[in-house]
């Protein structure tokens, strides 16, 4: 295994982070809800009137945010190794994780962590298991 210098890129993922943190630590304090887009998302299925404008201007943040980077730079190439039925079966498998383990990877590994949430440390290390797991299995026993 080795680092691509040419495509490690951590102050930009530091940064990043931090955003990430301090959107959630916003929301929290000035909502009282968690950033879990499986949750933000799922509020607008059954949506409570006083809780349609922050879920529909959290969702739009989440697709301007590219925008406006590509006003600043260029986004970076994006090259997906897996065809239509791969796709459409991992996400299927992701929305049922995320019913099974009450929230996504965001609201468990962001937010629940941060809270101490025990539940959310339990749903973390499944998350990461799982993916050793696939990884292990697709590399090394099916060799893709």
Do not use: K, N, Q
């Amino acid at each position: 295994m080795s680092i691509d210098w040419l495509r490690f890129t951590p102050w930009p993922s530091f940064a990043g982070g931090l955003l990430i943190g301090l959107g959630a630590c916003v929301l929290i304090l000035f909502v009282g809800r968690i950033a879990g887009i499986s949750g933000v998302l799922g509020g607008l299925l059954r949506p409570i009137s006083a809780e349609i404008g922050w879920r529909i201007a959290f969702l739009g943040g989440l697709l301007v945010a590219p925008i406006l980077y590509r006003v600043v730079t260029t986004l970076p190439d994006v090259e997906i190794e897996a065809g239509w039925p791969v796709l459409v079966a991992a996400g299927l498998l992701v929305g049922i994780g995320t019913r099974y383990g009450a929230g996504c990877t965001s609201g468990h590994g962001v937010c629940g962590l941060s809270r101490l949430s025990p539940r959310s440390l339990a749903a973390v290390c499944c998350f990461m298991a799982a993916g050793f797991t696939t990884v292990f299995v697709t590399r090394h026993v099916l060799g893709l």
